[in-house]
Each structure stands twice: as C-alpha cells, then as structure tokens.
C-alpha cells in the first residue's frame, strides 16, 4: 500500500518527466542557426548588417546579434506551428514591441490593434512619419530544416505601412484584383499598409 509520501514522490515524478519531455520536444535552434534563418527575410544586401532577434532556451525573445543598418530580423519562433521571420525597419520598432508586448499579455489582434490605434492618437506610441517596409517570410514545417538553418520553397509578402493613409490618398484598391497587386489595409488608421502578397510558389 502506498503512503502519502510516496504518492507525493510518484506525483512529483511524473510531472517532472512530463516537463522535461514536453522541453525535449521544442528544440531551440542554436544562435546562429537561427541568426541563418531569420536574414532570410531581409533584402539580401541588408542581411550581413541587421540586427537580429531569436529565443533563447527559456523561450524568451532576446538580442541573438546587434546589427549596424537600419534593419532588424525577427527569427522563428520553434514553438510556433510553421516557419516565419521578418524583417522591417528600425522605424517599426516601438509598434512591433508593443505588439509583442500586448501579445504576451495575451490580448487579441482586435485588442492590440485597439490598443495601438489609441496610444498613437495620444501620441504615447511612435509610428514613422515616412512609408517604412515589413517582410515577411514563411513555409511550412516540412521545407525547413532547423539545424542547418535553410529553407525551401518559402513565400514572401510585403507590407509598407502609411499611417492614416487611405485609398483616396493613395489610389489602391482595398482589396487585391490580381495576383500580387498592391492594396491598402485598415485604411485611415494607424495601422494602415500597402500589402503586396507575390503569387504563392510551386509545390514540388
């Protein structure tokens, strides 16, 4: 018969295998793994000199590599279904930290959007004062291979923020009438972007 004590170790034990299996299986790229990978998002003249965030073995986000240009790579996330990095302008920064910050807080996009729109209007948070580019990366799980940091197949869009800009200021549609074509989001708003999202690659 089991006394409580040892009911207490058993639980203890079991919970502490189920930890370190659940840790096993999220491997953490190493850092410049990662730093590989996650250039992949910048034009390729800009990616020796980026500055790039990663994740270290905690999964917190932190400064895999300072860089000395004016742009700033965000690696893939190993917990997260799916490969995805960014790059985008230092100018971005103060938005996309908020974001991430409301993120963790565990806000909705519709809340961060919210969120975001007021403290601008407020001019508690900075957006740029000139047309600043986001690139975004990505392919499935299975065209990336996480320990030699290459990627196959990927799929880029584009998004250049305009805050407040509007169809009528620009003369984009607000919906794509073709593959590729440039059109504008949340217009009027802090948030508002030219989106250009290139036909997705073949499969093979």
Sequence with gaps: ?????MINFILTSVFSLVLVSSQAQTAF??????????????????RSAATVYGYNEKGELITLRKGTNEIIC?????????FSVAAYH????????????????G???QEIFDTRESEVKAKKLAMPKQPTTLFVFTAPDENHNTQAGEVKNGFFRYVVY?????AETTGLPLKPEAPGMPWIMHPGTHGA??????PAPDKK
């Design 1 to 5: 018969m089991c006394t409580k004590p």
């Design 29 to 46: 790229p190493s850092i410049a793994t990662q730093i590989k990978a996650g250039v992949l998002a910048a034009p390729s003249d800009k």
């Design 74 to 82: 965000l690696a893939d996330n190993p917990t997260k279904k799916g």
């Design 90 to 105: 230092r100018d971005l920064e103060p938005f996309m930290a908020r974001g991430r910050e409301l993120q963790k807080q």
């Design 107 to 109: 806000k909705t996009s």
């Design 162 to 166: 305009t805050p407040y800009a509007t």
């Design 193 to 198: 972007h030219i989106m250009i999202t290139p």
